[in-house]
């Protein structure tokens, strides 16, 4: 399990995080859909976003600062600043 600003992230965070980001990929979807945001090609836009939310259950953006972050704030409830 992945180490972020000195706590070991346990595994259900991980999981946690992991539909945290591919629930919001399909939701920038379901924005595009209602008309409330616009894109130029919302076909590619899927395509990007649903890609992207399949990435994310696979576990293949882990290493990402966001994603730990993120996995972070779910496991202990607590924001970190990464700029001064």
């Known amino acids: 399990m992945p180490n972020f600003n000195g706590v070991q992230l346990a595994e259900v965070s991980i999981q946690k995080t992991r ?3 591919a ?3 399909i ?3 379901e924005e595009v859909k ?3 945001v616009y894109v130029n090609d919302r ?3 899927f395509a990007w976003r649903k890609k992207e939310a ?7 953006h882990d290493h990402t600062v966001a994603f730990l972050q993120r996995a972070y704030f ?3 409830g607590e924001d970190v600043a990464l700029l001064p």
């Open 54 to 60: 399949k990435e994310y259950m696979e576990g293949r």
């Open 43 to 45: 076909e590619s836009y």
């Open 23 to 25: 629930d919001n990929a």
């Open 74 to 76: 779910i496991q202990t």
């Open 19 to 21: 539909k945290w980001f």
């Open 34 to 36: 209602s008309g409330k």
């Open 27 to 29: 939701a920038c979807i």
